[in-house]
């Protein structure tokens, strides 16, 4: 017997991939797999935490699963991996695109502009079990080894919990340049009237991007360097008067990436980086897919009164949104 909800997820995630992706990458292929098919086995992959060889072995005892992606017989791990290998970051970010269209066109649209936030949280790069290290260091008396991890970076929709943009690069890193590459992109799936950030991202010149490119408002807190130092502009506002009750709101991000973590992984596996940046962007691929296989539970509202806020020069119609985790 299948796992429960996994023959609905392998059912949007390959009508998903069948929207960004040919059928096959050249004239030349075997045809034995579309590209659509192994995509959606790799989103599989991520949203039950399986290995390459644990992927292979699913397959061949879930004869249902195998026929919701259309599947003759049995990938080899090294065909999944080789795969994966090829796959691009802009194939994912076409079906991570895909995924907000048909979360948006699924819910009801009560405001013309969305309330993001960025934020990016660490992805371990295995399933070595940190109480282990820890405890051989403990017991060896040897300092612990200095060891990379990956840095997920994400555009969040706060009001439905859902993946607009992302980016992958090796930690520890200050994302503060980043936060215009994010934005951009999440810009391109929708109109953005609010972007909230944490003090990592505190700059000018990330305020005057948010403000004047896209004309929304930013809300970032003035903390980088001391209390004493005299600051100008829009973060000279943010230390002088910072909106408390709308910065609030930025904390359902870390909702998501507790959500990201306990429902699907805290891993990027992977020997190397580039690999383990696929598997990060898969992540959120897998993520936005579970959302829209539980997009249902986005109409839940709060019983919570609207309430009206005025932004500066922008005046934007805040419903607060009940987020439970289904």
Partial sequence: MAEVGLLPFARIALQVSRAVLPRYRSRFSKRQFTQPQLLAILCLMRYEDWTFREAEVRLSEHRELRQVLGLVSVPDFTTLYRFLQRLDDQSIDRAVGETVRRLRGSLRQGRKRARVAVDATGLAQGAVSTFFVRRMHHHGQKPLPWRHWLKWVVAVDLDHQFVLSQLARRGPWNDCANLPTVVEAASQQTRIG?????????????????????????????????????????????????????????????????????????????????????????????????????????????????????????????????????
Avoid: C
């Fill in 194 to 326: 609010l972007v909230l950030a944490d003090a990592e991202f505190d700059s000018e010149r990330n305020h005057t991007y948010i403000r004047k490119r896209l004309g929304a408002q930013s809300v970032i807190p003035a903390k980088r360097g001391k209390k004493t130092w005299r600051v100008h502009g829009v973060r000279a506002q943010m230390r002088s008067a910072f909106p408390k009750r709308i910065y609030g709101r930025r904390a359902l991000i870390e909702s998501l990436f507790s959500s990201v973590k306990r429902k699907l992984s805290a891993r990027a596996p992977g020997r190397s980086l580039r690999t383990q940046m696929r598997q990060a962007l898969l992540l959120g691929l897998s993520f936005n897919l579970y959302r829209l296989k539980h997009r249902r539970l986005f109409l839940r509202m709060s019983t919570e009164p609207d309430a009206f806020y005025s932004i500066g020069s922008l005046f934007v119609h805040f419903r607060p949104v009940s987020v439970g985790k289904p």
